[in-house]
């Protein structure tokens, strides 16, 4: 089993910036896959980035590429999700990911095996 606690959401003025973290407990993390998602009130859950174990390799939602930024560290147990230039649109509850094995697509949520409570970003215009 694997457990991940997100932190580092809140409010946030448009423009503005978070960082996002979740620490992973349970099973060795440097062997996981991780992955960002979020769901938008009235949407489904959406990919937004994710970041594999060897070799290092980081994949990104189109509507986050250049703003977003996803890093792991392995040595602390923790995936981070750095936001700048944070737009209302991306208000939304931020969950974390991990996966023992991907197939086939980062971006698919069931390629996921343990996910974690989520943490809210509201982005203010």
């Known amino acids: 089993q694997v457990q991940l606690v997100e932190s580092g959401g809140g409010l946030v003025q448009a423009g503005g910036s978070l960082r996002l973290s979740c620490a992973a407990s349970?099973?060795?993390?440097?062997?996981?896959?991780m992955g960002w998602f979020r769901q938008a009130p009235g949407k489904e859950r959406e990919f937004v980035a994710a970041?594999?174990?060897?070799?290092?390799?980081?994949y990104y939602a189109d509507s986050v590429k250049g703003h977003f930024t996803i890093s792991r560290d392995n040595a602390k147990n923790t995936v981070y999700l750095q936001m700048n230039s944070l737009k209302p649109e991306d208000t939304a509850v931020y969950y974390c990911?991990?996966?023992?094995?991907?197939?086939?697509?980062?971006?698919?949520?069931?390629?996921?095996?343990?996910w974690g409570q989520g943490t809210q970003v509201t982005v203010s215009s």
């Open positions: 349970g099973r060795t993390f440097s062997n996981l896959h």
């Open positions: 970041i594999s174990w060897i070799p290092t390799s980081t």
């Open positions: 990911a991990a996966a023992k094995y991907v197939y086939s697509d980062y971006a698919t949520q069931y390629e996921y095996d343990y």
